[in-house]
């Protein structure tokens, strides 16, 4: 089972989306058209890595990671890659890794049996949730349940919100559907269960607003700024990092498609406070993350 063994005081950073996309046995986490479409999109040709070497990537920069897939098989009709198997290759790298479990809303009854057995069973610290690739709304009543078990196991839960390369350019964008990643589908899960920390992923565009609107709102809602070189950060979400959001703004790259090279070497060029930068890329996430008293 996961424990975390994170010495704070020795990383450098909390990198808080990371994606696992292959496994030990070469299984995407996409099918193949999907991938294919997302390394045009993204222009990248890259390694996809897989967990192990993703923690030695991660240890070689003194930075802790939170890793994960997204759960999608009944929108994609793809087996997804094991969050069990995640959980257990990352308490071999408890030093660097921090894994968040995925499940498939839309399996119902069998959702909950999941994520219940990812935290009691596997020591998951979080889940996962993409909307518009796994089909759902995530503000639908009868999604209720899998939110109320996740604020009961005290974990955080992140969501993409936004735009989404996944898709781009293939006919019907794949029959995935963008408005149900807008970040106001989650106010009503904000409200309805406010000891649930909701991450919400990215840049939101093209819903920045709505996103900084719910945040400011909601107490129990944070925002992660993976996805996007900081240099391109909507101007609004840099204001509102740099005062009433400093301490729920976090760090996170999407790597491998960003890396967290590139993200501090950009993030160098804009307006984000010297202040406010240590509590974004490290002290925010531990807080969250419960790897602080």
Known sequence: ?????????????????????????????????????ASKYFRTDGPRPAIEAVARYYRERRMAAVVFTVDARTQLRHPPLSSTEIARAAADHADVLIPFGSVDPRTGEAALEAAARLVEDEGVRGFKFHPTVQGFDPGDEQYAPLWALIARAGVPALFHTGQTGIGAGLPGGYGLRL??????????????????????????????????????????????LSGWSPKYFPAELVRYANSILKHRVLFGTDYPLLTP?????????????PDVLPGIVKHNAARLLRLTE
């Open 179 to 224: 408005g149900l990643s807008n970040p106001m589908r989650l106010d009503p899960i904000a409200a309805d269960f406010p000891d649930l920390q909701i991450i919400m992923a990215h840049p939101s565009v093209p819903w920045q607003d709505e996103a900084l609107s719910v945040a400011t709102h909601k107490p129990n809602t944070w925002i992660d």
């Open 1 to 37: 089972m996961y424990q975390p063994a994170i010495d704070i005081d020795a990383i450098t950073a909390i990198d808080v989306h990371v994606h696992i996309e292959v496994d030990d046995h070469g299984h995407s986490s996409l099918p193949a058209p999907l991938e294919a479409a």
């Open 261 to 273: 090279d590139r993200w501090l070497r950009d993030v160098e060029t804009t307006d984000l406070k």
